[in-house]
Nanobody, 116 residues
Framework: QVQLVESGGGWVQPGGSLRLACTAS????????MRWYRQAPGKERELVAA????????GTMDFTEGRFAISRDDAKNTVYLQMNSLKPEDTATYYC?????????WGQGIQVTVSS
């Protein structure tokens, strides 16, 4: 069965860094485009970053302002989100995801809190 398990979240002061990890199982990880989303309280879930199969195509949304980077290690079935220069507005639950349309799979989410 498909599983996506996020780790690496927590509390950090503004300007700090965190690296999120999402470890996958139950499917052929290396064939899938993997994505990170986030959802802040009272807001809709939004795409943060995506990385294609073989890391041939990567992208982060404009609001990350070059502070975030997505990467993957297919040998470990893991996708990462490195987040630097964190701001209070980055506070959210972060989810990893893959799939399209009616065949989408989500992790359980992990909380990131940025505050002083």
């Amino acid at each position: 069965q498909v599983q996506l398990v996020e780790s690496g979240g927590g509390w950090v002061q503004p300007g700090g860094s965190l690296r999120l990890a999402c470890t996958a199982s139950g499917f052929t990880f290396l064939n899938q485009t993997m994505r990170w989303y986030r959802q802040a309280p009272g807001k809709e879930r939004e795409l943060v970053a995506a990385i294609g199969s073989g890391s041939t195509l990567t992208g982060t949304m404009d609001f990350t302002e070059g502070r975030f980077a997505i990467s993957r290690d297919d040998a470990k079935n893991t996708v990462y989100l490195q987040m630097n220069s964190l701001k209070p507005e980055d506070t959210a639950t972060y989810y990893c995801q893959f799939g399209l349309g009616s065949n989408v799979h989500w992790g359980q989410g992990i909380q990131v809190t940025v505050s002083s």
